[in-house]
């Protein structure tokens, strides 16, 4: 099965700059790779989706990337705000698309 | 539009003690379901998942099984608890369409002692 690594377990950053989170995978390429964000005591909330014949997609200050030689998804949040502070899974599918596995989440400071 | 419901929202119960937690979606029809665990400062662990009414998937072996009574009900159980069961549960859902996002629930807060 996939293993998924998300670079750091916690990132901290000014606000106003650009926040990167990155996730790796080992095995085989995903159809579908998903982002996520979930607060302290909250379920996760879906932010972007980009399919393995997408190199970018962009979503208002979120830029997504997908590699597929690298195996590697980079997630960008731009002029980033203390508001952003979260933890960010990304997840990939598994079962063509009928289930997802998550990374272990990145958790966010956006300092003031 | 579609909402979930979980409940309940937390729980604390003795080791050996049995568990149900129930999920509901509204709004939508034959979607697909899921239960996650989330332990402290981990991951979502994938539990089980459901395309249809009495169809469950069991991603790893353990003490908690899963069943699927009506389309929009989906229920987490175990008959004896143990203290590695303790963990954040979550239920979501999505639309049959493979790669569609997740809808997750709030969450059911377990506490074995």
């Known amino acids: 099965s996939q293993k998924i690594e998300q670079n750091s377990e916690a990132l901290n950053i000014q606000e106003g700059k650009t926040a990167t989170l990155t996730c790796n995978y080992t095995n085989y390429s995903p159809a579908y790779l998903q982002w996520y964000r979930q607060d302290p005591g909250r379920g996760p909330v879906f932010l972007l989706l980009?399919?393995?014949?997408?190199k970018e997609k962009r979503k208002e200050r979120l830029k997504v990337t997908f590699d597929t030689t690298l195996k590697q998804s980079l997630f960008h949040i731009t002029a980033s705000q203390p508001a952003d502070s979260a933890t960010y899974l990304c997840a990939l599918d598994e079962n063509y698309g009928q289930n997802f596995v998550f990374g272990p989440g990145t958790r966010l400071s956006v300092l003031p | 539009s579609q909402t979930i419901h979980q409940w309940p929202a937390t729980l604390v119960q003795p080791v050996g003690s049995p568990l149900s937690l129930e999920c509901t979606v509204e709004g939508t029809s034959n979607p697909n379901l899921y239960w996650y665990r989330q332990a402290a400062g981990r991951g979502l662990q994938l539990l089980f998942y459901s395309v249809g009414i009495g169809q469950i998937s069991s991603e790893v072996p353990q003490n908690l099984s899963a069943s699927r009574p009506q389309d929009r009900q989906f229920i987490l159980s175990s008959k004896k608890l143990l203290l590695s069961d303790s963990g954040f549960y979550l239920c979501?859902?999505?639309?049959?369409?493979?790669?569609?996002?997740?809808?997750f629930g709030p969450g059911t807060r377990l506490t074995v002692l």
């Open positions: 980009i399919r393995e014949n997408e």
């Open positions: 979501a859902w999505s639309e049959g369409t493979p790669g569609n996002e997740q809808f």
